[in-house]
């Protein structure tokens, strides 16, 4: 890749196609990945790429529910793993919850080479030293988190095909799952098993920002970076949740940007 300035305006946006793009030539990612990815940064160049406060909202309501949940689950895509494994890895270790790699265009060599980039990712995150405000054993944490989605012993009720497909010890079993860039399909589904579904997705008039219990409209690897230090914290919950307001919240926030022109 070529050398992005440290002063380059859309530097973060840069080093985000590059993952990418690398992903893409390693076999990790559907070919439509570049297109989804397309999409979202649409929508983040309105949001002024940052998190709004309705999204540091919707952060803190997912890790108080993370925390709380019986049976967590981190639902994670190749676009997902690419762009931000690590942190989710890490979000994962403080929760003490299992991360499933779960696909839309599901293929064998896919799953197994996002296993293994996560299982990479982990060992490094492991070699560091904890994140500040965590106590215990770090390394020991972080390798305990379960990587999981080559089991394939449970179907989504209500999907055909291999959209179907997970793992009875993650999804399957999963009272909460945090699903960054699901598809709307899937969403209503998991909805409809009776699971708590917390989604990150930029588009907030997406079927699937529409169909979760919570929307993170924020661009995934900047959200996970701000769950991370949220799970850390500790719960923070809000009596009331309305997601539809949230979702308008980040609409206003995207027309907002007018004022810049
Ligand atoms: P629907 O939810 O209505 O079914 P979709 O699942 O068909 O929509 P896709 O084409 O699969 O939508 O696009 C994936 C979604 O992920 C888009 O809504 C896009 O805005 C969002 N997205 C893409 N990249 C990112 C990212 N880096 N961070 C957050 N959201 C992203
Ligand atoms: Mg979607």
């Given at each position: 890749?070529?050398?992005?300035?440290?002063?380059?305006?859309?530097?973060?946006?840069?080093?985000?196609?590059?993952?990418?793009?690398?992903?893409?030539?390693?076999?990790?990612?559907?070919?439509?990945?570049?297109?989804?990815?397309?999409?979202?940064?649409?929508?983040?160049?309105?949001?002024?790429?940052?998190?709004?406060?309705?999204?540091?909202?919707?952060?803190?309501?997912?890790?108080?529910?993370?925390?709380?949940?019986?049976?967590?689950?981190?639902?994670?895509?190749?676009?997902?793993?690419?762009?931000?494994?690590?942190?989710?890895?890490?979000?994962?270790?403080?929760?003490?919850?299992?991360?499933?790699?779960?696909?839309?265009?599901?293929?064998?060599?896919?799953?197994?080479?996002?296993?293994?980039?996560?299982?990479?990712?982990?060992?490094?995150?492991?070699?560091?030293?904890?994140?500040?405000?965590?106590?215990?054993?770090?390394?020991?944490?972080?390798?305990?988190?379960?990587?999981?989605?080559?089991?394939?012993?449970?179907?989504?009720?209500?999907?055909?095909?291999?959209?179907?497909?997970?793992?009875?010890?993650?999804?399957?079993?999963?009272?909460?799952?945090?699903?960054?860039?699901?598809?709307?399909?899937?969403?209503?589904?998991?909805?409809?098993?009776?699971?708590?579904?917390?989604?990150?997705?930029?588009?907030?008039?997406?079927?699937?920002?529409?169909?979760?219990?919570?929307?993170?409209?924020?661009?995934?690897s900047r959200a996970s970076r701000v769950?991370?230090?949220?799970?850390?914290?500790?719960?923070?919950?809000?009596?009331?949740?309305?997601?539809?307001?949230?979702?308008?919240?980040?609409?206003?926030?995207?027309?907002?940007?007018?004022?810049?022109?």
């Open positions: 890749m070529t050398e992005i300035p440290d002063s380059h305006p859309r530097r973060e946006s840069l080093l985000a196609r590059g993952k990418i793009v690398a992903g893409t030539r390693r076999g990790l990612l559907a070919d439509s990945a570049m297109i989804a990815h397309g999409r979202g940064e649409a929508f983040d160049y309105l949001l002024g790429e940052r998190t709004t406060d309705s999204a540091a909202r919707a952060i803190r309501r997912v890790a108080s529910l993370l925390i709380s949940a019986e049976r967590p689950v981190i639902s994670t895509n190749g676009n997902t793993v690419v762009l931000a494994g690590e942190d989710l890895i890490r979000v994962a270790a403080v929760v003490g919850c299992p991360i499933e790699v779960n696909l839309y265009y599901r293929t064998p060599e896919r799953v197994a080479g996002l296993i293994s980039l996560l299982q990479e990712q982990r060992e490094s995150i492991a070699k560091e030293v904890g994140p500040d405000g965590f106590e215990g054993d770090w390394a020991e944490e972080v390798r305990s988190v379960r990587i999981l989605g080559t089991e394939e012993d449970f179907r989504i009720e209500g999907l055909e095909g291999p959209r179907s497909i997970c793992t009875k010890e993650g999804i399957g079993l999963a009272d909460l799952v945090l699903v960054p860039l699901e598809d709307g399909d899937r969403c209503e589904a998991l909805v409809s098993l009776g699971k708590k579904v917390c989604v990150i997705d930029l588009n907030p008039l997406s079927r699937t920002a529409m169909m979760a219990g919570v929307t993170i409209v924020d661009e995934v769950l991370l230090t949220e799970v850390l914290s500790g719960p923070s919950m809000e009596e009331e949740w309305d997601n539809r307001a949230i979702l308008r919240e980040a609409l206003r926030e995207m027309s907002g940007s007018e004022g810049s022109i």
